[in-house]
Nanobody, 125 residues
Framework: QVQLVESGGGLVQAGGSLRLSCSAS????????MGWFRRTSGKEREFVAA???????FYADSVKGRFTIYRHNTRITVYLQMNSAKPEDMAVYYC???????????????????WGQGTQVTVSS
C-alpha cells in the first residue's frame, strides 16, 4: 500500500512562488508515474502536471510555463514548483501515484491508483 503525504501549501501572493512536496511510503516509488491534480469548490478535480517513470513531463495548458514537476527518487518525493501564481491557481492540490507501465492515462485522474489527502493553496490578489 502506497501512502502519499503532501506538504508546502499555504498562502502566496499573485505573482509569487510556492513549492509543493509529496512524500511517498510503501511500494516502489521509482516505478510509479506521479501526478498533481487540484480541485476548487464545486468543480471536478483537474489535472495539473505529471511525470512518468522515465521523467517525461506533462502539463495542463493553464500551468504550462509557470509550474514545474520534478521527482527525486532517492528522497521518494515529487515536487511541484509553482511560479507566477494566479488567483485561479487557488485550490486543494492532490498528489497521486500511477502504477501502470504506460503513459496513456497519465493526465486523467482515473489513471491513478493512490492519492494523498491534499494541501490547500491560497493565492491572494
Amino acid at each position: 500500500q502506497v501512502q502519499l503525504v503532501e506538504s508546502g501549501g499555504g498562502l502566496v501572493q499573485a505573482g509569487g512562488s510556492l513549492r509543493l512536496s509529496c512524500s511517498a511510503s510503501g511500494g516502489s516509488f521509482s516505478s510509479y508515474a506521479m501526478g498533481w491534480f487540484r480541485r476548487t469548490s464545486g468543480k471536478e478535480r483537474e489535472f495539473v502536471a505529471a511525470i512518468s517513470r522515465t521523467g517525461n513531463r506533462f502539463y495542463a495548458d493553464s500551468v504550462k510555463g509557470r509550474f514545474t514537476i520534478y521527482r527525486h527518487n532517492t528522497r521518494i518525493t515529487v515536487y511541484l514548483q509553482m511560479n507566477s501564481a494566479k488567483p485561479e491557481d487557488m485550490a486543494v492540490y492532490y498528489c497521486a501515484a500511477r502504477v501502470g507501465s504506460n503513459d496513456n492515462y497519465i493526465t486523467t485522474s482515473t489513471g491513478y491508483d493512490y492519492w494523498g489527502q491534499g494541501t490547500q493553496v491560497t493565492v491572494s490578489s
